[in-house]
């Protein structure tokens, strides 16, 4: 599928070259980029166009705007699939175009979005897409990895600072806040925040307003914010790790995005995404993945997710000596060898009888977990039983039978 695009200037003498060109393009969809210098053009031209969109624009307001031609004028089946397709959120599987429906849906509104899944599976991607498919396209996307915002400078970091607000204050700095303003904001690992970077961050969203470091005056924000995380965020919350009503207020409107081992049919087509992507990029449109490495794409439980794949595919395809790109077959062999051995620290459990060797391992695990339990509880032993999900009198018994009732309290 092909389609026409062309950028239209202020010069009345392009106008016969144009219509020649439209006369040509044999019903291919236009999509006309109008220079923001000079918007009004020649209404004959405009209307010859499928969609309108002013330039310079960012690649990704670009992919939107020919996926959406191109699914409409030819009758695409899916809209959704070939639309994200564009921007390189590929796969057919059913876990994915039932994420990539939702994930339509959200673009559609204005709310705060929370994004969970593994590392790698595409959390800022599918952030981008929000942001450059929704109404805010034109605006600025800013992406910040809350792991890397220390307590310290946290109000700093999103608020800004006036000149002179402390020693080091030399010029008036934005922060993230401003930077995003009319825009999106999206934190990354939402879940590395601190205790003191959560009501920093709750209390800004309760009502969109902050006050940058040695201004007087509030300021009220105009921004989409986006947060994602790799980590069960519930289970923080549970484990009183991440306050639960920060957790309330950014989880508004969500999505969860499937890992590659849960997808696995996918694998295969973008593996072929990324091959003809490299292929463009280092000019060898010859080079192929050999159907033999297929197989062993597919066999591995890539915990990396689709980030592996690409990193892997992209090393391979320059390691390349001839046409065919080839997995090595060492790192195949190891991957099976890591599936069918033993856990090492098992190994000696191994030639003991069932019974026996079940217990040891049961006892190992009790004693353990009962330690780091007491350990979170700061040895408050009624504590640790409602941690455990059990009632204190059992919990004590366990404690006894591994003599551990005698815990004591750690200086925290």
């Given at each position: 599928m092909e389609a026409l695009v062309l950028l239209l200037t202020e010069k009345s003498e392009c106008k016969g070259d144009i219509t020649n060109i439209l006369q040509h393009a044999h019903s291919l969809p236009v999509l006309g980029l109008f220079s923001k210098q000079y918007p009004i053009f020649d209404q004959t031209i405009i209307k010859a166009c499928?969609?309108?969109?002013?330039?310079?624009?960012?690649n990704q307001v670009l992919d939107y705007r020919l996926g959406k031609i191109i699914c409409r004028d030819f009758g695409c089946e899916d809209i959704v699939t070939n639309l994200f397709r564009r921007v390189n959120m590929v796969g057919n599987s059913p876990e994915f175009q039932h994420m990539l429906k939702r994930l339509y849906k959200i673009i559609k509104c204005d709310a705060p979005v929370f994004i969970e899944g593994e590392t790698g599976t595409g959390k800022e991607l599918a952030a981008r897409a929000i942001h450059y498919f929704g109404s805010r396209k034109d605006q600025p996307f800013i992406a910040a990895n809350c792991g890397a915002i220390p307590d310290q400078l946290v109000e700093n970091e999103l608020f800004g600072h006036e000149k002179g607000a402390y020693t080091d204050a030399t010029d008036t700095r934005e922060g993230l806040i401003s930077q995003a303003e009319s825009g999106t904001l999206f934190l990354d690992e939402i879940e590395t925040l601190s205790y003191k970077?959560?009501?920093?961050?709750?209390?800004?969203?309760?009502?969109?307003?902050?006050?940058?470091?040695?201004?007087?005056?509030?300021?009220?924000?105009?921004?989409?914010?986006?947060?994602?995380?790799?980590?069960?965020?519930?289970?923080?919350?549970?484990?009183?790790?991440?306050?639960?009503?920060?957790?309330?207020?950014?989880?508004?409107?969500?999505?969860?995005?499937?890992?590659?081992?849960?997808?696995?049919?996918?694998?295969?087509?973008?593996?072929?995404?990324?091959?003809?992507?490299?292929?463009?990029?280092?000019?060898?449109?010859?080079?192929?993945?050999?159907?033999?490495?297929?197989?062993?794409?597919?066999?591995h439980d890539w915990p990396g997710n689709v980030r592996e794949l690409e990193n892997m595919l992209h090393r391979e395809f320059l390691m390349a000596d001839g046409k065919y790109v080839s997995i090595n077959e060492l790192e195949s062999k190891k991957r099976e060898r890591r599936a069918s051995s033993v856990d090492r620290r098992l190994q000696n459990l191994m030639t003991q009888p069932m019974v026996k060797a079940k217990a040891r391992v049961v006892e190992d695990f009790e004693q353990n977990y009962l330690v780091t339990t007491l350990d979170r509880a700061k040895g408050n032993i009624s504590e640790a039983a409602r941690l455990a999900g059990k009632e204190r009198r059992s919990f004590t018994r366990l404690l006894e039978k591994y003599v551990l009732n005698n815990f004591q309290k750690k200086s925290y």
């Open positions: 499928s969609e309108i969109e002013s330039f310079p624009c960012v970077c959560q009501v920093v961050l709750l209390r800004f969203l309760e009502n969109m307003t902050y006050r940058p470091l040695g201004s007087k005056v509030a300021k009220h924000a105009n921004v989409r914010v986006i947060t994602a995380t790799n980590e069960s965020i519930t289970r923080m919350v549970e484990q009183g790790d991440f306050r639960r009503d920060l957790y309330y207020r950014i989880n508004i409107m969500n999505i969860q995005l499937p890992p590659l081992r849960k997808r696995r049919s996918d694998i295969s087509l973008l593996a072929e995404h990324f091959i003809r992507q490299f292929q463009l990029q280092y000019k060898q449109p010859d080079r192929v993945l050999h159907p033999d490495s297929m197989a062993a794409l597919k066999y």
